[in-house]
């Protein structure tokens, strides 16, 4: 006969606890509200509708969605601009990570890379200084640590080549903790605006 499953107290409250799920639905509502009024306020960027946008990406409607997860904790996202196909992407990335951070994303790969890549550096001092570059081989890996993400600053022209000559990407991430959604919404459009101002 197999084992008997065995459940910790703390394992066991949450069981039957249906307000501690009832809270969670009602955050991610909140979530999502919140990631609409990003939406609109990167669409409604002076920056944004001058932008020369590689043919392709979406610049008027984006997605939000969820999962339960993501290195074991759940997400919501809002891809604003985007454009994912099987020869480049173009998309900012906006996320929650429950019990983590927000977080914000331009990924940039195929000719839109090699399109936008000198531009980039060129003008990486417009950039925040809280700009991490990713150096994971993986552009849907979406944790900023320091064993794959450098800030900016540190990283020489040459580096962020090297990276993009052997994995075909480059991407641009800053994270924030608190609970003001407000403030850090402004940070995440203002990320947005900077990221374009050096690529044009």
């Not at 039957?16 to 306020?41: G, P």
């Not at 990335?93 to 090699?114: I, K, P, Q, V």
């Not at 000198?118 to 979406?142: E, G, I, M, R, V």
């Not at 480059?170 to 690529?199: C, P």
Request: proline share 6%; glycine share 4%.
């Amino acid at each position: 006969m197999p084992n008997q499953l065995h459940f910790s107290d703390a394992e066991i409250s949450l069981l039957y606890d249906a307000a501690l799920f009832e809270r969670k639905r009602k955050v991610n509502e909140k979530i999502f509200s919140h990631f609409e009024n990003i939406r609109l306020s990167l669409k409604d960027s002076s920056l944004h509708k001058q932008f020369p946008f590689p043919v392709g990406v979406d610049v008027i409607g984006g997605k939000i969605s969820q999962g339960e997860n993501y290195l074991g904790c759940p997400w919501v996202m809002l891809d604003f601009p985007k454009m994912f196909n099987k020869d480049a992407m173009f998309a900012y990335r906006t996320m929650f990570w429950y019990g983590h951070y927000l977080s914000a994303s331009f990924l940039c790969s195929g000719e839109a890379a090699n399109t936008f890549l000198p531009k980039l550096l060129s003008a990486l001092h417009l950039l925040p200084p809280q700009t991490y570059f990713s150096l994971n081989p993986d552009p849907w890996f979406h944790a900023i640590e320091p064993e794959s993400s450098l800030l900016v600053s540190t990283l020489t022209n040459q580096r962020i080549v090297a990276h993009v000559n052997e994995f075909g990407f480059f991407k641009l991430s800053r994270k924030w903790t608190g609970t003001n959604f407000h403030e850090m919404g402004k940070e995440v459009v203002m990320q947005y605006e900077m990221i374009l101002t050096a690529l044009l």
